[in-house]
């Protein structure tokens, strides 16, 4: 999901909305070794098209949670919530050409 997000935004095709990602950017393999020990190497960085390293760090959302949801008491939201709340307004315009820099 981090990588994907990382993705749409760096196209302008999103707006990302919630809590900052865990910032899982690495590949690594595991090989066992004969003496019952293993090894780990890393193999590989995730990093957005536009060339940013998300390791360690996550995916920072464009509207935090409590900008994107109701501030409700015990409100758990679900695939599918109440986006009534969600100014599409701004959300369009952070996609338009004037706001979105594409890294290329």
Request: hydrophobic share 40%; proline share 8%; with cysteine.
């Amino acid at each position: 999901s981090e990588v994907l997000s990382g993705a749409l935004r760096d196209n302008c095709r999103a707006v990302i909305m919630g809590d900052t990602s865990f910032g899982k950017g690495l590949v690594q393999a595991v090989y066992g070794l004969k003496n019952g020990y293993g090894l780990v190497l890393t193999v590989a960085k995730y990093l957005t098209p536009g060339g940013t390293d998300i390791n360690k760090v996550g995916i920072v959302p464009d509207v935090p949670k409590d900008e994107a949801l109701p501030p409700a008491p015990g409100f758990v939201p679900l695939l599918g919530s109440d986006t009534s709340h969600v100014d599409f307004v701004d959300v369009a315009k952070r996609l338009s050409p004037d706001m979105c820099t594409r890294a290329d």
